[in-house]
């Protein structure tokens, strides 16, 4: 007795919701057998579980009818056909395809409705039947713009004015008064520059209240080192008053990155050790600032101290300062000592342009001057830049997408109280371009120009290593003209580990020398990312155009970049 029990117990358990469940069959039909066609093409949901969902569906058909243009459609009946079927009769009339909008010129102006309809007189507009509920919502949306986010719109009168058209009166109802932004709120980090709010974000009190383009400046946050957003911002509306509250939390944004280096001496066959540490300190003093230090010893005797200030937005106006001071020391034979200060204009939270002036001072520290292309001079000059920034810092690999720099120098050169006019241009940027989630390829170009009528070995630029063309030398080599090209595959094996490849070209012109060489580097690397910070490694063997491949020749390069 117990196992029959037993066995009806399961054939209940699985079997019950099939025995005492009954789906109900919904078929609708028109008059016709074009509104059948109109209907079936339309589409609806046949299967039920009750009498009030088929109830419901019905309802819905009818109000995508509405929409298309079959404002005049009429249910004549639900009929029960049998216990699981029911039938639906539906009359579609007559198809309205467009409709004449009434309106009063004190709430819309032609402008607006040039937008949205091609048909626009002093009294209506015409729309599309199908277009009509967007047409309404963008009218709103434009009225909420305009500070009166409490906007309402109604179509009333709606008449028949020939056979497929119809004509409504559009009635507008609003608060006379305005909204404007009163107060603006940091939630999360009380600190935050106020001078980014009016000049980063261009958002400022007195300003008409719009929540959407108030959106889009905010998103502007997540492009600052220093600060990102936490969610959207919110806004209390008061009878008299619009308070805007902005959710912003502090990031860590001070950098240390530094890097060691080695390789074989070609001449003593010994292996030498070079590097460089450089330090970024952002908004320490939650003023926007920027500090950065740079020191580099090279394997070839060659010093490098480079430090730099920013500081954004002087005296809340939106122009910025910033000053640089550079001294470079190679061995025994000359120190240049260059200054620079200049006035940036952030037009944007992406673009940048600076404008100042550039003093650079060098001296022969020779004792016997028996070369003319090693000599006391100094420059001044005019400097001009432009700059556009990308970044994506919520990719801790790889945070910036895009960056471009142009800057351009003219001047004179004193030595021996004989000027020469001279001109520098210096071209910066590359691009990550995102073949898919782990695949990207890495794009930089890096060149530079010097121009004048003749050229001092201590004046021209130096350039190859781990920031330049790799497999050479830090800092070892000397042109009045350079162009480099490096290129990198990626491949994402997670989201802390990357490898790499290595292809770099380069040219250069020595015009003290009369030499014009081709430069090539092939490598790999990696980085990963670890608890002190992203850790790179790189492994490149460098070779100009008459030399073979020398396995001596190869360099590695480690770095270490940690934000804190």
Known sequence: MQKSYFFILIIYTFFSSEVFTQNLELHVFGETIEENNTIDAIGYKKLHKNFLSVKNEVDSLRRHLNKIGYIENKLTGINKKNDSIFNAKLQLKQKY????????KTNLNASVLNTISKDVTEDYFVVNITETENVLNLLNSEFANQGYPFTKLKLLNIKKKSSKNLSAELVVATNNKKRTINTIKIVGYDKFP???????LKLKTSQVFDLAEIEKKTEQLNNLRFANQVKAPEVLFKEDSTSLYIYVEKSKSNAFDGFLGFGTNDETNKLEFDGFLNLRLTNNLNYGETFSLLYKSDEIDQVTFDASIELPYLFNTPLGIGANLRIFKKDSSFTTVDQKIRLNYQINALHKVATGISNITSSNLRSDNTTTTLQDY???????SYEYLKPQFYDILFPIKSNFYLETNFGNRTSSNIKTKQSLITLKAFNNFTLNRKNSIYLNIDASNLT???????????????????GFEENSLFASLYGVLNTEYRYRVSNSIYIHSISDVGYFENKTLNTKEKLFGFGFGFGILTNSGLLKFNYANGKNENQKFKLSNSKIHISLIANF
């Open 194 to 200: 106020q001078s980014y709010i009016k000049h980063y």
């Open 97 to 104: 395809s467009t409709l004449h909008v009434y309106y009063s």
């Open 378 to 384: 100094n420059s001044n000059y005019y400097t001009a």
């Open 452 to 470: 004048s009528n003749n050229y001092f070995e201590n004046e021209l630029l130096r350039f190859g290593g781990i920031n330049s063309i790799r």
